[in-house]
Every structure is written in structure tokens, then in C-alpha cells.
């Protein structure tokens, strides 16, 4: 058996432990007591200054141990961790939770230390080290030094976290969603968030994966298990910290700026179907929704309140959030309004009104027929009083049964939804949750859950039907070596041929060495008025900020004009720069639109695709999507889909549509370019991509390479 194959059998007798070991002193001492008033197995101690460990036997050392144990609490000073790791290996033990810290975290005067407690490790299943440790509900195994409560779950949420705060935070919520799992990840010194990911996803005993990220250690393994996990249906929800902006070597051109290495988690996130959210409510409540309730067929959702005001907020969320509201058929609407109070009015969301409140014959009959028919979602918005202000809340009771009963008879994945997130109280929580129903807390929190659920079926339903269910794609990324110290930026001249020989259009150009008029009338000869003149040179990237292009000249004698003109406003601003000659180019007339489309090297991603609205709105606006390359047609044609330019390229108040497939081909074949030339391309950009009725053309381009002379 290899020693990855070793460590994930490892990792599993580590979730499914027999027997459990602590180690230390106060800490493990806590946690060996709470394990074991849960835990059907075996539980030690070891500590060689005590009886007793929390209750439990203990003894001096873990060679004394009755056997090899398959969980492991470690909680001593870190002098005495690499040895006891060590013997935890070559006796045969499972996995360690290290809780110890004072490794990696602390910088060059901890990572030696690491490294010796990695080669210490061997096999074993090592969470850790300096993490909070690892709960196992669903086998009942508490390895964790914190009040964690009491859950048995057959069927839940398995959180693994970057943060043991953020972690004990989540167990602590007053939401009701069933954990299975809860692992504190820690320094992630040999088991990464890929490797519990690619182990949970054949777990039985988990619904959805939530993920608190930082960071991810090695992109092509986390996206190998996220892949795994959206085959096996156990949906990623993912809250990530932190964006990152491009360094100085990528300061050239816009490229960097519209899109950092956050954009680049995104795009990769779309592709492997995980959905990101951006706040721990999210996260809870659209897990808790997919594990209640499960993932919804589509999209459409019928919605009941007894408020005016409650329908109308359902509706707007509904409207931002992409969820649709079918309005009754006729059917539906003549028997709704037999059902319904004369003071109703039959829509979705529907108002059933006060005077059916707590009605047990009429109600079941009006949610039936409502969601009896184009429904793939239900839910119902209430808030359930407290005692110290309404007694009796056996209305709210009754009507919350009748919904429940008629989502599990047509079964329809449905919610039960507060205005207030804090407006549903433990005992309607559970009714819900036994009912299969999901107590979903916050109205705007309640439909993210509903939209977010409906993302992820349709994500994984793309994909799986894109790919096959056996084989999805693989992420082969078109990596290319970290840039070097030393770089070079093509001139606009070079950067284009460079692009005319991958196919990529460029308008009629010629580049003409000095401003010696005879030359310059003869070279321009066979070119089309108007002309556009820029100065050529690697150190203008940014010509127009320096005066060193001038537009829709008409004749040849402007053009003379303009070469004078631009030498002028250079030798003001920068009287040393040399231009490299001067490129005269036809100016494309009748253009529909603009787009910028760059390059760049991102050292975890390798190369990256931004893909925006162009010109002098490229900074301005910030339209912008990111692909991972390489790509395909596809996520080129959605991404421009998304942007808020494309309804020019559609056909916008009248006037023509472009060729959308040659504007995506004229892409492609950039990428294509960036590809094959991964070993020395860095950064390329064309801004602007000009886009007219039936051509494209790059009519400014600059690339930055490693060789100076790049093929």
C-alpha cells in the first residue's frame, strides 16, 4: 500500500474511530471527559503524572496503550510531540489531532520544527498541527478541547475549517443544522482541505461540505476532490477570505488590476460547480437547506404568507436572486378562489389572509393546489412569537404542520422562513427539521438558501451532462514558470505580428523607421484613410497618457503632421525615450464595440483569461470575468454573456448585432497563443479588442515576456 493510500485509511479510522487516546494535560484532560460521555468505545488517557485523564484510565506513555489506537488528541508541549508522534506511527495508530502549536504559524523559527513533525508522521493521519481538533457526530468521537454539545447525526453537514474560531463559532449556531463532521484543519502540515474532501465525498454520513478557506495549498488536488464530491452529490459551499492583487511584475498593463488572484478562485469555483457565499449565515443556512431538504429540480417556487408586506418582499428578493414565481393557471386560480377568503387575492406569492389562520380543513387544500403544478420549491414565511408575547401560538403551529404535510406529500423541497432570523425558536425548529421542512432564518438569508440550492443542482447537472458521469473533465492548466527577475515587453509593433501569426485579425498597419517625408508618403501608399500614428516602443505602454497617438487623420500630409506632433509631446515629457519608429495603421470605423482582453501569469493558477469591456472603460467600469486556461468556446461565450457590454454585441437600440462567434474564436485564439507559448509569455493584452458588425480586429496589443526575442 503507498503511503497516500496508508494515510486515507488512516483518515477514515480517524472519523470512524474504535477507541480514542488523549494526550496532555487540562486540555486533553476536558477533552477525554467530554468524549466520553458520548463515545460507545474505549477512551485512554496518557500522561505520566496521572491516574486518571478525565475520568478515563491512563497511562504513562502510548507504548503502554492496550493497542494502537484509531484516534489520536494530542495536546502537549511541543518538545515532547515529534517523539510521541513517532511512536504513534510505528506502533500502528490511525490519525492525531495536534492541537500543540508553535509551528509554521510562527514563521522560519517553526517550520523547521514542522518539517520534523511531518517525517515524524509517516502514515498517520495528522489534522493539524495547531488546529482545534476534529468531531466526529456521526460516530459520536468529541476530539476537541471546547464545549461542542451533544448531536448524533446519521446524515449532515461536514465543515472543514481554516479557523478552529470560525468553527467552534458555526457548532455554537441557533440555527439547527446537522453536523456530521467538523474538522479543524490547522497548519495543514500533511493533510490538506483536498485530502478530508476526497475521503468525505464517499462518506454516507455527509450531505454537503462547508469549507472556511484562506487559501488552497495545491489548486489541481483541491479541484480533483471538489470533482469527486460533486459526482457523489455532496455539494461545496465555500466561504473564502482574503483578495489578492498582482504584484509589481504584472504592473504593465490593465490586465493585473481588473482581475487578482480572488477573481482567478472564482473562476475556478465556477468550474468545478462549488458555490461560494459570502457570509457564515449564507453558508449555514444553504447547507442546512440542502441537507433538510435537499437540492431543487429548478428554479420555480411558490411562496405563501399571510402579510401584504411579506409577499412583496418575497417577490423582490425573488427577482434579484433569479428565482421564478409561476402564476396559478387558470385551473389553479378557480380553485383557489373557492378555497380562498373573498378579502384574497390569487397570485404567487400568495396572501392566504388572517381569516384562514390556524385553519387545519381549508389550509392543506390551498397549499396543495398551489404547489401541486409547476413547483419545485415551496416556501412559507412566519415568524413564531414568543411565549412572553403571545401565549398561544397554536395558529402558527397548526398552519406550519398543514405546509409541512403537503411539501412531503408532493415532495417538494420547501422551507419554513422568518422575517427575523432569530424568530423561530428551538422546539418549531426541530418540528420543521423532523418534517424534513428547513427552518430557514431571515428572509433574505432564507431565499439566498433557496437560489444558492438551485445553483448547485444545475451546476452539477451541466457538468456531469458536459462530461459524462464517469469521466469530468481534468484541469489540465496551462501553467508556465514563475517570471524571472528580468522580463521583456514587446513593442506594439512586434506584439502584433505576433498576433497576426496566430490568426488573430489586426488592422492594415505599416511601421515606417523615421519621419523622412518621402518615406513615409511611399510606405502609406496602399493604406486607406483615415490612418491612426502611434509612436513604437517598449517603454509606452500607456501611449495615449504621453500624447503618442493621434486618430482619424485624413491625408498624407497629416500624417507627416502628427509624427512631428507626437516627437514633440515625447521629447516634453520624456526627453530621453528613443522611439522605435512609428506605426501607421487604418483606423476601423463603424465599431459596435470594445473589449480588453489580457493575460496574465498567476503563480498558483498559472495562466489567466480576463475578458472585459474595453477602451476607456476598461478602468473605468471594471466590467470584467475571468477564465483558467486553457478554455473552450463555451465559458468564452458565457463569459461574455455576463458582461454589461454584451447587449451591444447582441443589437442595442437599433442597431446591428456582431458576429459573436468570431469575436469568441478571435479569443480563443489568443489563449491558444498564450498556451503554446507558456514557457515565455507573462503578460499579453489587447485593449481594445475592436469589434464591428461582421470583423475583429486587435488594435493594440502588448506582450511581456522572459526571452527578448520571443518566437
Same mark, same amino acid.
Given at each position: 500500500?503507498?503511503?497516500?493510500?496508508a494515510?486515507?485509511?488512516?483518515l477514515?479510522?480517524?472519523?470512524?474511530?474504535?477507541?480514542i487516546?488523549?494526550?496532555?494535560?487540562n486540555?486533553a +484532560?476536558?477533552?477525554?471527559k467530554?468524549? =466520553?460521555d458520548?463515545?460507545?468505545?474505549p477512551?485512554?488517557g496518557?500522561?505520566?503524572?496521572?491516574?486518571?485523564?478525565?475520568g478515563?484510565?491512563?497511562y504513562?506513555?502510548?507504548?503502554d496503550l /492496550?493497542?494502537?489506537?484509531?484516534?489520536?488528541?494530542?495536546?502537549?508541549?511541543?518538545?515532547?510531540t515529534?517523539n510521541?508522534?513517532?511512536?504513534?506511527?510505528?506502533?500502528?495508530a490511525?490519525?492525531?489531532?495536534?492541537?500543540t502549536?508553535g509551528?509554521?504559524?510562527?514563521?522560519?523559527?517553526?517550520?523547521?520544527a514542522?518539517?520534523?513533525?511531518?517525517?515524524?508522521?509517516g502514515?498517520?493521519a495528522l489534522?493539524?498541527?495547531?488546529c482545534y481538533?476534529?468531531? %466526529?457526530?456521526?460516530h459520536?468521537?468529541i $476530539?476537541?478541547p471546547?464545549?461542542?454539545?451533544k448531536q448524533?447525526q446519521?446524515?449532515?453537514?461536514?465543515l472543514i475549517?481554516?479557523?478552529?474560531?470560525?468553527a =467552534?463559532?458555526l457548532i455554537?449556531?441557533?440555527r439547527?443544522v446537522?453536523?456530521s463532521?467538523?474538522?479543524?484543519?490547522?497548519n495543514?502540515a500533511?493533510l490538506?482541505?483536498?485530502d478530508?474532501i476526497?475521503v468525505?465525498?464517499?462518506?454516507? +454520513?455527509v450531505?454537503a461540505?462547508?469549507l472556511?478557506?484562506?487559501g488552497?495549498?495545491n489548486?489541481e488536488?483541491?479541484?480533483?476532490a471538489?470533482i469527486k464530491?460533486?459526482?457523489a452529490?455532496?455539494?461545496i459551499v465555500?466561504?473564502?477570505?482574503?483578495?489578492?492583487?498582482i504584484?509589481?511584475?504584472?504592473?504593465v498593463?490593465h490586465?493585473?488590476?481588473?482581475?487578482?488572484?480572488?477573481?482567478?478562485?472564482n473562476?475556478?469555483?465556477d468550474e468545478?460547480?462549488?458555490?461560494?457565499?459570502?457570509?457564515?449565515?449564507?453558508m449555514?443556512?444553504?447547507?442546512?437547506f440542502?441537507t433538510?431538504?435537499?437540492?431543487?429540480k429548478g428554479? *420555480?417556487?411558490f411562496?405563501?404568507t399571510?402579510?401584504?408586506?411579506?409577499?412583496?418582499?418575497?417577490?423582490?428578493?425573488c427577482?434579484?436572486?433569479g428565482i421564478?414565481?409561476p402564476?396559478?393557471?387558470?385551473?389553479q386560480a378557480?380553485?383557489l378562489?373557492?378555497l380562498?377568503?373573498?378579502?384574497?387575492t390569487?397570485?404567487?406569492?400568495?396572501?392566504?389572509t388572517?381569516?384562514?389562520?390556524?385553519n387545519?380543513?381549508?389550509l392543506?387544500?390551498?397549499?396543495?393546489?398551489?404547489?401541486?403544478?409547476?413547483c419545485?420549491?415551496?416556501?412559507?414565511?412566519?415568524?413564531?412569537?414568543?411565549?412572553?408575547?403571545h401565549p398561544?401560538? %397554536?395558529?402558527?403551529?397548526t398552519?406550519?404542520?398543514?405546509?409541512?404535510s403537503?411539501?412531503r406529500?408532493?415532495m417538494? /423541497?420547501?422551507?419554513?422562513?422568518?422575517?427575523?432570523?432569530e424568530?423561530i425558536?428551538?422546539?418549531?425548529?426541530? *418540528?420543521m427539521?423532523?418534517?424534513?421542512?428547513?427552518p430557514l432564518?431571515?428572509?433574505?438569508?432564507?431565499q439566498?438558501?433557496l437560489?444558492?440550492?438551485w445553483?448547485?443542482?444545475r451546476?452539477r447537472?451541466?457538468?456531469?451532462?458536459?462530461?459524462g458521469?464517469?469521466?469530468?473533465?481534468?484541469?489540465?492548466r496551462a501553467?508556465?514558470?514563475?517570471p524571472?527577475?528580468e522580463?521583456?515587453v514587446?513593442?506594439?509593433?512586434r %506584439?502584433?505580428?505576433?498576433l497576426?501569426r496566430?490568426?488573430?485579425?489586426?488592422?492594415?498597419?505599416? $511601421?515606417?523607421?523615421d *519621419?523622412?517625408t *518621402?518615406?513615409t508618403?511611399?510606405?502609406?501608399r496602399?493604406?486607406?484613410?483615415?490612418l491612426?500614428v502611434?509612436?513604437v516602443?517598449?517603454l509606452? /505602454?500607456?501611449?495615449?497618457?504621453v500624447?503618442?497617438?493621434?486618430?482619424?487623420?485624413?491625408?498624407?500630409? =497629416?500624417?507627416?503632421?502628427?509624427?512631428e506632433?507626437?516627437q514633440?509631446s515625447?521629447?516634453?515629457?520624456?526627453?530621453?525615450?528613443?522611439v522605435?519608429g512609428?506605426?501607421?495603421?487604418?483606423m476601423?470605423?463603424?465599431?459596435?464595440?470594445?473589449?480588453?482582453?489580457g493575460?496574465r501569469?498567476?503563480?498558483?493558477?498559472g495562466?489567466?483569461?480576463v475578458?472585459?469591456?474595453?477602451g476607456i472603460?476598461?478602468e473605468?467600469i471594471?466590467?470584467t470575468?475571468t477564465?483558467l486556461?486553457?478554455?473552450t468556446?463555451r465559458r468564452?461565450?458565457?463569459? $461574455?454573456?455576463?458582461?454589461?457590454?454584451?447587449?451591444?454585441?447582441?443589437?442595442y437600440?437599433?442597431? /446591428?448585432?456582431?458576429?459573436k462567434?468570431?469575436?469568441?474564436?478571435?479569443?480563443?485564439?489568443?489563449?491558444?497563443?498564450?498556451?503554446?507559448?507558456a514557457?515565455?509569455i507573462?503578460?499579453?493584452?489587447?485593449?481594445?479588442?475592436?469589434?464591428?458588425?461582421?470583423s475583429?480586429y486587435?488594435a493594440d496589443?502588448?506582450?511581456?515576456?522572459?526571452a527578448?526575442?520571443?518566437?
Open positions: 500500500m503507498s503511503a497516500l493510500s494515510r486515507k485509511a488512516n477514515k479510522r480517524l472519523l470512524r474511530p474504535r477507541h487516546a488523549f494526550i496532555g494535560g486540555d +484532560a476536558f477533552s477525554a467530554q468524549c =466520553a458520548q463515545f460507545k468505545g477512551v485512554w496518557v500522561n505520566p503524572n496521572c491516574q486518571e485523564l478525565g478515563q484510565p491512563c504513562p506513555t502510548v507504548l /492496550p493497542e494502537a489506537p484509531d484516534a489520536v488528541f494530542l495536546a502537549t508541549p511541543r518538545k515532547f515529534t510521541i508522534i513517532s511512536q504513534l506511527n510505528d506502533m500502528g490511525g490519525g492525531v489531532v495536534c492541537f502549536a509551528y509554521a504559524e510562527l514563521g522560519e523559527q517553526g517550520r523547521h514542522e518539517k520534523e513533525l511531518i517525517t515524524a508522521a502514515n498517520l489534522v493539524g498541527p495547531n481538533g476534529l468531531i %466526529s457526530f456521526a459520536d468521537a $476530539l476537541w471546547f464545549g461542542a454539545g448524533h446519521t446524515h449532515g453537514v461536514a475549517m481554516q479557523s478552529g474560531m470560525i =467552534a463559532n455554537m449556531n441557533q439547527s446537522p453536523f463532521y467538523v474538522i479543524s484543519a490547522g495543514q500533511v490538506a482541505m483536498e478530508y476526497d468525505l465525498a464517499e462518506d454516507p +454520513a450531505s461540505i462547508g472556511y478557506v484562506e488552497i495549498i489548486i488536488s483541491f479541484a480533483n471538489s464530491a460533486l459526482k452529490n455532496k455539494p465555500i466561504l473564502k477570505s482574503g483578495s489578492s492583487t504584484g509589481a511584475e504584472l504592473a498593463s490586465t493585473g488590476s481588473l482581475s487578482g488572484t480572488d477573481e482567478a478562485y473562476a475556478l469555483f468545478i460547480g462549488v458555490l461560494r457565499v459570502e457570509s457564515p449565515e449564507a449555514l443556512e444553504t447547507l442546512k440542502i433538510v431538504s435537499g437540492l431543487p428554479n *420555480r417556487l411562496a405563501f399571510c402579510s401584504g408586506g411579506d409577499a412583496a418582499l418575497v417577490a423582490d428578493y427577482e434579484k436572486r421564478e414565481l402564476q396559478p393557471t387558470a385551473d378557480t380553485m378562489c373557492e380562498l377568503p373573498d378579502i384574497a390569487v397570485s404567487n406569492p400568495l396572501d392566504y388572517t381569516p384562514l389562520w390556524g387545519a380543513q381549508i392543506p387544500n390551498v397549499f396543495r393546489t398551489a404547489m401541486k403544478d409547476q419545485d420549491m415551496g416556501i412559507f414565511i412566519q415568524d413564531y412569537p414568543p411565549k412572553a408575547i398561544d401560538n %397554536s395558529a402558527y403551529v398552519d406550519g404542520l398543514s405546509f409541512m403537503v411539501s406529500e408532493l417538494i /423541497p420547501s422551507g419554513i422562513c422568518s422575517d427575523i432570523s424568530n425558536d428551538p422546539e418549531s425548529r426541530q *418540528r427539521v423532523d418534517r424534513g421542512v428547513t432564518q431571515g428572509v433574505d438569508r432564507g439566498d438558501a437560489a444558492n440550492a445553483w448547485l443542482n451546476k447537472n451541466q457538468l456531469l451532462a458536459r462530461y458521469k464517469e469521466k469530468l473533465f481534468c484541469l489540465a501553467y508556465s514558470n514563475p524571472l527577475n522580463t521583456y514587446l513593442n506594439e509593433w %506584439s502584433k505580428e505576433m497576426k496566430s490568426a488573430i485579425p489586426i488592422p492594415s498597419s505599416v $511601421l515606417i523607421a *519621419r523622412e *518621402r518615406e508618403i511611399n510606405a502609406i496602399d493604406l486607406r484613410f483615415p491612426v502611434k509612436a516602443s517598449a509606452l /505602454p500607456h501611449k495615449t497618457e500624447g503618442a497617438v493621434k486618430l482619424n487623420l485624413q491625408n498624407q500630409q =497629416a500624417v507627416i503632421q502628427s509624427m506632433d507626437i514633440s515625447i521629447s516634453g515629457s520624456n526627453p530621453s525615450l528613443t522605435d512609428y506605426l501607421v495603421e487604418e476601423i470605423s463603424d465599431v459596435i464595440a470594445e473589449l480588453v482582453v493575460i501569469y498567476d503563480h498558483q493558477f495562466l489567466v483569461l475578458i472585459g469591456s474595453g472603460l476598461v473605468l471594471k466590467d470575468q477564465l486556461l486553457p478554455t468556446t468564452i461565450q458565457s463569459a $461574455l454573456e455576463k458582461l454589461m457590454i454584451f447587449p451591444l454585441l447582441k443589437g437600440r437599433g442597431k /446591428p448585432g456582431v458576429n462567434q468570431k469575436v469568441v474564436e478571435t479569443i480563443l485564439h489568443v489563449t491558444e497563443l498564450a498556451v503554446s507559448q514557457g515565455s507573462v503578460e499579453l493584452e489587447i485593449n481594445p479588442l475592436i469589434i464591428t458588425t461582421d475583429v486587435a496589443a502588448l506582450i511581456r515576456s522572459r527578448e526575442e520571443t518566437v
